[in-house]
């Protein structure tokens, strides 16, 4: 695994932090790992929608 | 500043979206075949017609050419595609196959690995290689744009004798194949952006309309001192890394006593009353300090006050100096716009979306329709007049578009019946029904003993009162499993499907895949017989299914694709068909993989006649001034006649048979 080191303000490490153990997660990198993943998910199914709609669009028979 | 014309487009290698993607089989400066035939043909394809109304109107003795035709040779019901979708049906008679031969099976296909939808017609991949230079992206190779259709025309059959052929706006021709024949595309054919055709309207009324608009974009504008400011998006600049929309400015000045503005856009400059229409108009969108790409637009000023609205139609190719293959040769789209000026290039122009949004009322869809009709009236009587050898097919939209949005002024069981505007509207169908029978009397004062007169309509017409959310009854019967369940309804493309769960889904308006493993990207259930007795299944219980509220059976025959389908092409196909009832359809929501929570709901859109039904309750019409030899002639048939009036043996590929006597 590529290490990385990232700067983050000291009030958001300490939430993140208290949201990681609330949630049950092993570690805070685990946490910080699974919601970069969930939004970069989220960032390129949107991309790849956004696409789909715009070339469709206007086709009368689908809204 | 020069105008990028196809050849500099190609040697840039250009690839904004479809638009920019050529491909290279359509350069060269082609001569039609010039050999004079014995026989010829005349071939009118009238998207929609319906055989019931005709035989209705033609009975009252108002299509008179039709039944002049009927008593010369023949009338008959036309076995239409399955589905009976206009790409998938006039792909049929193009290639006399079945969609297993040709590979168009509905208006949208998937990519089996991603599940994502695409467009059936053509297929657009882009540049690989690029330079970067400033904030300039520039492709060193070609995009490419290809007609995903198989098997060869007709037209490229009739080639290989020496029989020219024009062929008028064919559906499922975009890109145009490669051939020496004359041919415009026509339906599938994009707008300049690369969609199939997405309107502008400028309003100070913005919060009226819903912001969703499928297939338009609503602009927010303000009247400062008399005037109003705003710009037309134009294509992705793909030459730029950022990948920027272009855009045109314009400027509008109202009159401050008279319903009266005059706009201003680039250097043109033109006055419109409230109500009228502009006219062709042509704007260039800038992609580099020297190059730009040419469209053509319509305005129309709906209302001055209290609030402005102002229609702009989609940028159509300009068929003067086309960004993108829209003929062959690639003169034949000039030649017709030096003689009858620019003309709407985009596949399906009628504006439906706009009617259905409320953007244009009833009477403003049949005026703007009516400009499409009339330009290509014009163009019909051109190519009939010089029709002198071989073969000419002339296509009409307008009877299949005004069916689509009018059908509810005939039909009093559909939701949106309204009485006031049925008695406005409501002879609009049988007006255009009229028109159609005029251009059969024109071919008929053309045609020799020489000359077969063929007439045929790709599918008839039925109500569209109910609809059927196909992935929700899916869902519902536990052949699609949700990663959310409570997150059920509105996301596009099975953005919340388990894939790893679900054994079928249906993407495009009748067709349903099995998730098989070893073909979709997270495939589950094993080809074979595991994959057959769950197509049977799920064919068997959604011709079962009974709509909870009529009592009615949506589904009138779920056809597994073996049992309708032959050719090379069978592989990329559906694996059932869904063939609905007379007045069902499709939900809207269904075919980009969405499932609201009904399985069944009324559909309440100006969109209220439609025909991807099974296909025994759309069938075609066909006359014919010869007779047939056959009592239930199909699409493919006729593409076998045409090989056989020449002289010319049909290719084993075929399934069509010849059935007129000659």
């Known amino acids: 695994m590529a290490k990385a080191k990232v700067k983050l303000e000291k009030e958001l490490l300490e939430k993140v932090k208290k949201y990681a153990e609330m949630s049950g997660y092993s570690s805070t990198e685990e946490f910080i790992t699974h919601c970069l993943e969930k939004e970069l998910a989220q960032l390129e199914e949107a991309d790849s929608e956004e696409e789909v709609k715009k070339k469709l669009k206007g086709l009368g028979y689908i809204s | ?65 039709m039944r002049k035709l009927r008593e010369m ?89 020496d029989i020219p052929a024009t062929i008028f706006k064919i559906p499922s021709n975009y890109p145009p194949v490669d051939t020496k024949q004359r041919t415009l595309s026509g339906m599938n054919t994009t707008d300049l952006m690369g969609t199939p055709g997405i309107f502008n309207y400028y309003t100070t009324a913005a919060s009226e309309i819903n912001e969703d608009l499928g297939g338009g974009r609503v602009h927010e504008v303000y009247i400062i001192g008399n005037r109003v400011e705003s710009s037309i998006p134009g294509p992705v600049n793909a030459f730029r890394k950022d990948r920027a929309e272009t855009r045109v400015d314009f400027q509008v000045f109202l009159d401050p006593e008279h319903a009266v503005a005059k706009i201003v856009v680039q250097d043109e400059e ?28 319509q305005f129309y000023l709906k209302q001055v006050r209290p609030d402005f609205k102002l229609y702009v139609s989609p940028t ?28 709407y290039t985009q596949g399906l122009p009628a504006d439906t979306k706009a009617l259905s949004n409320n953007i244009l009322d009833d009477g403003e869809f049949l005026a703007q329709d009516d400009i499409v009709l009339q330009e290509r009236l014009k163009m019909y009587d051109y190519e009939l007049d010089r029709f002198d050898s071989g073969l000419l097919f002339y296509y009409l939209s307008s009877a299949d578009q005004r069916q689509h949005m009018l059908w509810r002024h005939i039909d009093k069981s559909s939701p949106l019946h309204d009485e006031k505007l049925a008695k406005e509207y409501g002879e609009e169908i049988e007006k255009i029904y009229r028109i159609a029978d005029s251009l059969v ?24 009162r109910r609809s059927f959310n196909l992935n929700t009854w899916l869902k519902e019967s536990g052949y699609i499993t949700l990663i959310d369940p409570w997150k059920q309804g509105d996301q596009i493309m099975f953005l919340n499907t388990d894939w790893s769960r679900s054994r079928a889904y249906s993407i495009g308006l009748n067709s349903i895949y099995i998730n098989q493993r ?145």
């Not at chain 2, 035939?37 to 050419?65: C, F, Y």
Request: charged share 20%; aromatic share 8%.
């Open chain 2, 1 to 65: 500043m020069n105008s990028i014309n196809r050849r500099e487009f190609i040697k840039m290698g250009l690839t904004a979206g479809s638009m920019l993607a050529l491909g290279g089989g359509h350069l060269s400066a082609r001569v039609p075949g010039s050999k004079d035939t014995a026989h010829k043909v005349i071939v009118l394809g009238l998207d929609g017609l319906d055989p019931h109304l005709v035989e209705v109107w033609m009975n009252q003795g108002k299509l008179p050419a």
């Open chain 2, 73 to 161: 040779g023949s009338f008959s019901r036309l076995g239409t595609s399955n589905p009976p979708q206009s790409p998938v049906a006039w792909s049929n008679f193009i290639s006399g196959m079945n969609p297993g031969g040709h590979g168009i099976y509905d208006f949208l296909h998937r990519e089996p690995e991603s599940y994502t939808i695409i467009s059936s017609g053509a297929a657009a991949s882009e540049s690989s290689r690029t330079l970067s230079l400033g904030k300039y992206e520039l492709p060193l190779s070609g995009g490419k744009i290809s007609n995903t259709r198989q098997g060869r025309a007709f037209w490229q059959i009739l080639e290989d004798y």
């Open chain 2, 270 to 297: 033109f006055i419109l009353k409230e109500g009228e229409w502009s006219g062709w108009k042509h704007v260039r969108f800038n992609l580099m300090p020297t190059q730009n790409i040419s469209g053509i637009c």
């Open chain 2, 316 to 343: 159509n190719i300009d068929p003067g100096n086309p960004a993108l293959p829209i003929s062959t040769p690639d003169s034949y789209a000039k030649e017709l716009e030096k003689r009858f000026g620019p003309f």
């Open chain 2, 441 to 464: 009397d024109k071919a008929l004062q053309k045609a020799d003993k020489n000359t077969t007169i063929m007439v045929l309509s790709d599918h008839g017409f039925a109500p569209f």
């Open chain 2, 518 to 662: 070893g073909r979709e990207g997270e495939g589950i259930v094993t080809p074979g017989a595991d994959k057959r007795n769950l197509i049977r299944e799920i064919a068997r219980r959604l011709e079962e299914y009974k709509d909870p509220i009529s009592g009615e059976n949506p589904v009138l025959h779920a056809y597994p694709a073996s049992e309708v389908y032959s050719g090379a092409a069978v592989d990329g196909g559906p694996d059932i068909v869904a063939g609905f009832n007379r007045g069902w359809r499709i939900s809207w929501a269904s075919p980009m993989g969405r499932m609201p929570k009904e399985i069944t709901l009324d559909n309440t859109e100006k969109w209220s006649g439609d025909h991807c039904a099974s296909p025994d309750v759309v069938p075609g019409i066909f006359f014919s001034n010869r007779p047939l030899t056959s009592s239930s002639p199909a699409l493919y048939d006729l593409t076998a006649s045409i090989l056989n009036i020449f002289g010319i043996p049909v290719p084993d590929d075929m399934v069509g048979k010849p059935v007129l006597k000659i």
